[in-house]
């Protein structure tokens, strides 16, 4: 009897295993697609995240150019103003050494007030991995442009510390070479400094207007059959 009834337990558990054996799947299989999904959504979530990282920085980038189109009339009348005061104390320097004269100078200028904010989040977020290669190796370049930027204007502020600001007085051959030193020092770093302002604007404006043609051209290639 107890052999018949070992013999029917194990005939019953023999049945069930292949039951028993498609739960232990159905769970296994419940599981992974629970990570897959949750995978998935937060695979979209860094996805959407990069998308308005990346337009944070575009909107960083035309808030830049903004500044850089409106401080750049007066950065170039600045040097414009500096080299004619140059020219003038080199034909001053033909006088006597005995000669008096003065310079009237006065000059100053509006540095762009540029950000960098959005592209500091957006290369520390865990969304970086989702930017386009080829986009981040060109928003390095325009913001590592905007360093030398920075070090150009430091530059131009060391030259103007060593000038004074309103009417310069010097006397005799001494004191006139030493404005024709200080000024050729301040020109040569403005006229750098106006280099980089133009390029970083124009190479700005490129950036900005592409992407601009591609947002336009967006809508018709996704209505197109």
Do not use: C
């Amino acid at each position: 009897m107890p052999a018949t009834i070992a013999a029917l337990g194990g005939e019953k558990v023999g049945r069930r295993l292949p039951e028993l054996a498609t739960e232990a799947l159905m769970v296994v299989f419940a599981v992974l697609v629970a990570l897959g999904v949750e995978e998935w959504r937060e695979e979209r979530q860094l996805r959407a995240f990069a998308d308005r990282a990346r337009a944070a920085v575009d909107l960083e980038l035309e808030q830049n150019l903004d500044e850089f189109r409106s401080d750049g009339p007066d950065l170039i009348a600045g040097r414009d103003r500096v080299g004619s005061t140059l020219q003038q104390l080199r034909e001053a320097q033909g006088m006597s050494p005995d000669e008096e004269g003065s310079v009237d100078f006065s000059f100053g200028f509006d540095s762009p007030d540029i950000s960098t904010a959005a592209w500091r989040v957006a290369q520390s977020s865990q969304a970086a991995p989702y930017f386009d290669y080829d986009w981040v190796i060109e928003r390095a370049r325009q913001y590592e442009g905007f360093e030398m930027y920075l070090d150009a204007r430091d530059q131009v502020l060391d030259a103007m510390s060593a000038l004074f600001m309103g009417e310069m007085e010097f006397t005799g051959e001494r004191g006139l070479d030493q404005a024709v030193v200080a000024f050729q020092r301040l020109y040569g770093r403005l006229e750098i400094l106006v280099q980089l302002h133009q390029a970083l604007q124009e190479d700005m404006e490129a950036y900005l207007g592409e992407n601009e043609t591609e947002q336009e051209t967006e809508p018709e290639q996704e209505s197109a059959p």
